[in-house]
């Protein structure tokens, strides 16, 4: 790929050319319905000496604009200690140095553009352009390796962080509100695939800040700003508490509408959830039982009933999102998988997850919801009782202005 980039000729080639010499064969697919980001997760495409790692082909009319290729992310790598990491760095330098035939800039991203310190280097020539940027994180004296961004493009411009002043304001965002009787469904919200990692709190952020029009703020960024580990899972509580500290940065508010977090949380829905058992003649739940072994073995019908039974329990659990959904802010929902049918595939069969509430319809009694896995999980619908039985956790993160 090295000599098209270098001459310039990548970025003039149809979506056609490039697929048949390049693309054709490689794990992915599009991330959006509308073909405008091409997901590859490891290509065995080189850039001359640079092997790949995720990569993203950004496309408008049928022609590549950008691309993003994520040289080392502790996600899909797993864990490098600081030598490594500089070693990693010191050979994709080098390797653009030969590329390009020019001699790299060294920059800082400001704090207005990147929600952690990111470090960069340009490449600038007369047929395109090459950035790379790196984070690292440490806690105390522990060096922890973040990521090796590499992105290039036409133009200095094409790869540039955007002007931060295109922010959504709050009544700009309305405007992707769609009504139909009973329905209302936010849409236009921009796709984040989180791959096979643990990301999906990040991705899912990432998505919203996007939204916003922040899309210059990525998951690798918020995977370093939420302490997400190289084994994959951030604490969703965790990274509200670290996106509040940056809100006044970058005009958003968090807050949290509920949550299952201390004991008495946990008592009251194991009780709730023995008397439910007991009028469906189903297995109780031991009072001694743990968090993680409670949601490991509920049952689904019981779950339903003992928090989404009455007409009350849906219309409190409704009403609480509905003046966000409505004013366009979609919802961040924490659920527990493999409890309710799903109605897609999913990548997670189990476990805590992280997606978006994007709207509801009241005549369907269903919820409007979306997954950070790809253009078919951008808007799918399941019973409003099977949400609110899995539901442990919900929060909006909205336009300060």
């Not at 993203?56 to 490594?84: C, F, H």
């Not at 992707?176 to 009973?182: A, D, L, Q, Y």
């Not at 009455?310 to 409704?318: A, E």
Request: hydrophobic share 35%.
């Amino acid at each position: 790929m090295a000599p098209d980039l270098k001459s310039g000729s990548f970025w003039s080639s149809s979506r056609e050319d490039l697929f048949g010499k390049y693309f054709n064969g490689e794990a992915g697919g599009w991330v959006d319905k509308e073909k405008t980001q091409l997901r590859m997760a490891r290509p065995r495409i080189k850039i001359g000496e640079i092997s790949l790692g995720e990569t993203l082909v950004n496309w408008k009319d049928d022609t590549p604009q950008s691309m993003t290729v994520m040289i080392y992310n502790k996600g899909d790598n797993g864990a490098i200690d600081r030598d490594e990491f500089e070693t990693r760095l010191e050979r994709v330098k080098a390797a653009l140095d030969t590329l390009t035939g020019v001699k790299s800039k060294e920059y800082r991203a400001s704090r207005r553009e990147a929600v952690v310190k990111v470090n960069g280097w340009s490449w600038v020539w007369d047929k395109g352009a090459a950035v790379v940027e790196v984070n690292s994180s440490r806690e105390g004296r522990e060096f922890e390796a973040e990521f090796i961004r590499l992105k290039l493009g036409p133009t200095e411009a094409s790869i540039a962080r955007p002007d931060t002043s295109s922010r959504a304001k709050k009544a700009d965002i309305k405007q992707h509100v769609k009504k139909e009787g009973k329905r209302i469904v936010i849409q236009d919200i921009p796709m984040v695939d989180q791959g096979q990692k643990g990301y999906c709190v990040v991705a899912t952020a990432a998505r919203v800040f996007a939204y916003y029009g922040m899309d210059y703020v990525d998951q690798h960024e918020l995977a370093s700003l939420g302490n997400t580990s190289a084994s994959g899972g951030t604490s969703t509580a965790e990274m509200a508490e670290n996106l509040k500290k940056i809100g006044a940065r970058f005009q958003i508010r968090i807050r949290v509408l509920d949550s299952l977090t201390d004991y008495r949380d946990f008592n009251n829905i194991l009780k709730s959830y023995n008397r439910a058992a007991s009028k469906l003649k189903k297995e109780k739940v031991d009072s001694q039982t743990s968090w993680p072994a409670f949601w490991d073995n509920a049952d689904g019908e019981v779950l339903k009933l003992a928090r989404a039974g009455s007409q009350n329990q849906v219309d409190k659990w409704i009403n609480s999102i509905r003046p966000y959904i409505t004013a366009g802010i979609p919802v961040l929902w924490s659920v527990q998988l493999g409890i309710v049918p799903e109605p897609k595939r999913l990548s997670q069969t189990r476990g805590g997850h992280l997606r978006l509430i994007i709207g509801f319809d009241e005549e369907k009694k269903t919820v409007i919801f979306s997954d950070s896995w790809g253009a078919e999980h951008t808007e799918k619908e399941m019973p409003m009782a099977d949400a609110i039985a899995i539901t442990t956790g919900r929060q909006v993160m909205q336009p300060s202005k």
